[in-house]
């Protein structure tokens, strides 16, 4: 089975969370007998960030601009079973009509940022990787959130089918790894800077620090401004490669997650940093949103703080109690949530979408 996707980027994970999905999915994709074609604009900015030599299971159509491609790209979608248009896509308009003329297979759209998608529509904006027609052509929208995302996704942009594909983790690639002095820290934070998630931070692990002077804060990412409020006893280290992450989540007693405000207001739509944490055998401490127990047990498998007080609690933790959530947590997402398992329930998908598709069947709704 061939499958086409025109999606952000495949070959940098500076700043984005798209990159890191695709590769373990692709990877886990190939192991099952598809062949994949990831076609990527060769943007300055992730140029100078490349972390992918090659890619498992696929390869990587790098071009200048559109129309240098086009001719390509239309081959390669008149050849394939399934083609793929993602968000944040530079081109996704133009991919996606040029699948609607030229593919004979299933038309797909995965919008891996659906809350950020609906908030904009919600506010009167229409995203630069949706056209006029919204998704009304396609034959199958994948959302990277659920819950009333998937009726948000028909009743504004005109989906007709809409399932979740929630995210993962390859856990060949986050695993437990051995502690770096230059990643110590109490309560460490991984995560490209976002005004919306600034509120959280701040609360969570800026004002932890002040509360705790004695104790040692590491933040890792990108593209945070000068004027972010470091404390004293707040560590930066700038954009780490995937390849680093296992270190950096396993040399911090805790590590935090802080979903973006459109991410926790809509719910149901965990980050992926998550599941990266928990494959490495970090014990996560997360803000709290709508459909999180799902994913992980609160309490058992991971720490919820609203305050910064229940921050200050999680960091005064006896050692058992921190390494039986670590525990508890890598054993939930080593049996629900790895690339593998994400790349079979998407493989059902597709099959049964393309069979129904073929046999002239409405194809199953979410549920």
């Not at 952000?8 to 994709?29: C, D, K, P, Y």
């Not at 976002?194 to 931070?201: K, N, S």
């Amino acid at each position: 089975m061939r499958m086409v996707i025109f999606g952000l980027t495949v070959t940098s994970s500076w700043g984005n969370g798209h990159a890191t999905l695709w590769r373990g999915l692709i990877s886990a994709l190939g192991r099952l007998g598809w062949s994949v074609s990831f076609f990527e604009r060769n943007t300055p900015y992730y140029a100078g960030a490349r972390d992918l030599d090659h890619l498992d299971g696929g390869n990587v159509v790098l071009y200048p601009e559109w129309e240098d491609i086009r001719h390509v790209a239309e081959q390669a979608i008149g050849q394939s079973d399934v083609v793929i248009v993602t968000s944040y896509c530079p081109d996704a308009v133009e991919a996606s009509r040029l699948a609607q003329q030229a593919c004979r297979g299933l038309k797909v759209f995965y919008d891996l940022d659906t809350p950020v998608t609906l908030a904009r529509i919600e506010q009167g904006l229409r995203p630069a990787y949706y056209g006029p027609e919204g998704l009304r052509d396609f034959d199958l929208v994948l959302s990277y959130t659920g819950g009333t995302a998937i009726d948000a996704l028909k009743t504004l942009l005109g989906a007709r089918h809409v399932l979740p594909l929630y995210g993962h983790v390859d856990p060949e690639r986050h695993r437990p790894a051995e502690a770096r002095a230059e990643f110590a820290g109490d309560l460490s934070y991984l995560g490209t800077y976002a005004a919306d998630r600034q509120a959280g931070v701040e609360k969570l692990l800026v004002r932890t620090a002040a509360r705790l002077p004695d104790h040692r804060f590491v933040i890792g990412g990108a593209q945070y401004p000068h004027e972010f409020p470091w404390g004293e006893n707040i560590f930066f280290v700038r954009h780490l490669p995937p390849a680093d992450h296992p270190a950096f989540f396993c040399s911090s007693r805790l590590t935090l997650n802080v979903t973006r405000e459109a991410m926790a207001r809509r719910g149901w739509c965990p980050s992926g940093r998550l599941f990266e944490a928990a494959a490495c055998g970090a014990a996560m401490v997360s803000d709290t949103w709508p459909g999180l127990s799902s994913f992980f047990q609160p309490g058992s498998e991971i720490i919820l703080a609203d305050t910064t007080d229940d921050v200050v609690a999680a960091v005064g933790l006896p050692d058992s109690e921190v390494d039986a959530i670590r525990r508890r947590a890598r054993e939930r997402v080593l049996d629900e949530h790895t690339s593998a398992q994400r790349a079979r329930e998407l493989d059902r998908l597709l099959s049964d979408s393309i069979q129904g598709l073929t046999a002239g069947e409405p194809l199953k709704e979410a549920i």
